[in-house]
């Protein structure tokens, strides 16, 4: 099946800091990427849907100054995370469209101390 | 507002036996279900797809059946092995809105 990788896997930051988390597809081409947010015992929550070569769509409540995404290529997608605080400490999983399927990266668990 | 609900208590089976969990969802009306494993600190990996036109799915150990009546999907899995122990969630999805809406998952232990 495709592969989706993401980059770092893991990351603790100083609060206050920005971070930037990269998400790739490696074998196929998607113009749609997705940013979801998963709390410990929590289910998956969207964040925004990355589209290749426009804005981001976030999601109602979700500040799109502090989650900044990028979707440069239609294999790069990247959430940078600014001024980071302890509250932002999560794990992040992004997936890719592909034909007719959503792939999903290995996530990263960020930890804002 | 949409909800999805499974089980959040953890379901213990002993290996050989079915497991069975159940995903309910209200206000919404998804064109198709899909059943995903996660193990801890890892991403979902996709298990299987059914859409509403659908009664039953299988696909090796695993079947899916979904209700659109009853709003609900079940997910069984026979001869569970303890391979098998991980947090399985139900996702529901529509033609229009390409991302998934997940409900929060249920932590299958299997027992050797």
């Not at chain 1, 426009?54 to 940078?80: C, M, P, R, W």
């Not at chain 2, 969802?25 to 198709?32: D, I, K, Q």
Request: aromatic share 10%.
């Amino acid at each position: 099946g495709a592969v989706v990788s993401q980059h770092p896997s893991w990351v603790i930051c100083k609060s206050g800091t920005s971070v930037k988390i990269e998400c790739r597809s490696l074998d196929f081409q998607a113009t749609t990427m997705f940013w979801y947010r998963q709390f410990p015992k929590q289910s998956l929550m969207l964040m925004a849907t990355s589209n290749e070569g426009s804005k981001a769509t976030y999601e109602q409540g979700v500040e799109k100054d502090k989650f900044l995404i990028n979707h440069a290529s239609l294999t790069l997608s990247t959430l940078t995370v600014t001024s980071a605080h302890p509250e932002d400490s999560s794990f992040y999983i992004c997936s890719a469209m592909g034909y007719n399927e959503q792939f999903f990266g290995p996530g990263t668990r960020l930890t804002v101390l | 507002s949409q909800k999805i609900e499974q089980n959040s208590e953890a379901l213990n089976i002993q290996e050989g036996k079915t497991a069975t969990l159940t995903c309910n969802y209200t206000n919404y009306s998804p064109a198709y279900l899909q059943w995903y494993r996660q193990d801890p600190g890892r991403g979902p990996v996709f298990l299987l797809l059914i859409r509403e036109n659908e009664k039953e799915k299988r696909k090796e150990r695993l079947k899916v059946t979904f209700d659109t009546t009853l709003k609900q999907s079940l997910f069984h899995i026979t001869a569970s092995q303890p391979a098998d122990s991980a947090t399985y969630l139900c996702a529901l999805g529509d033609t229009g809105r390409r991302a998934l809406t997940f409900g929060s998952g249920t932590r299958l232990q299997v027992q050797p």
